[in-house]
Nanobody, 126 residues
Framework: VQLQASGGGLVQPGGSLTLSCAAS????????IGWFRQAPGKEREGVSC?????????SYADSVKGRFTISRDNAKNTTYLQMNSLKPEDTAVYYC???????????????????WGKGTQVTVSS
């Protein structure tokens, strides 16, 4: 299982970025994909998750609801995190992760996932 996050960078407050997570070795129909972030000196935070389970779907941290959107392209085995109205407090290293669909997304956002990719830095600053 390999996960590769990309798309980070420097953006001004109020700006937008789209992160991508390319997955190999795991079919997205049986794996949930999550985005997590960690800022210097802070604990890791579950940001968003997407699952193909019939009774699940997408989940977001309260801090990003209404601003971030998670989506995926199964044909490309790629998951995206569209981030709008970015704030300085969104500055962090963002990681994508994956786990078999056993639990609901909210569980994974709280407790983490089994497979992790390398992070991509997002910096929101003027």
């Amino acid at each position: 299982v390999q996960l590769q996050a990309s798309g980070g960078g420097l953006v001004q407050p109020g700006g937008s970025l789209t992160l991508s997570c390319a997955a190999s070795g795991l079919p997205l129909d049986v794996y949930a994909i999550g985005w997590f972030r960690q800022a210097p000196g802070k604990e890791r935070e579950g940001v968003s998750c997407i699952s193909s389970a019939a009774d699940d779907g997408t989940s977001y941290a309260d801090s990003v609801k209404g601003r971030f959107t998670i989506s995926r392209d199964n044909a490309k085995n790629t998951t995206y995190l569209q981030m709008n109205s970015l704030k300085p407090e969104d500055t962090a290293v963002y990681y994508c992760a994956a786990d078999l669909i056993v639990h609901r997304c909210n569980y994974y956002l709280t407790y983490g996932m089994d497979y992790w990719g390398k992070g991509t830095q997002v910096t929101v600053s003027s």
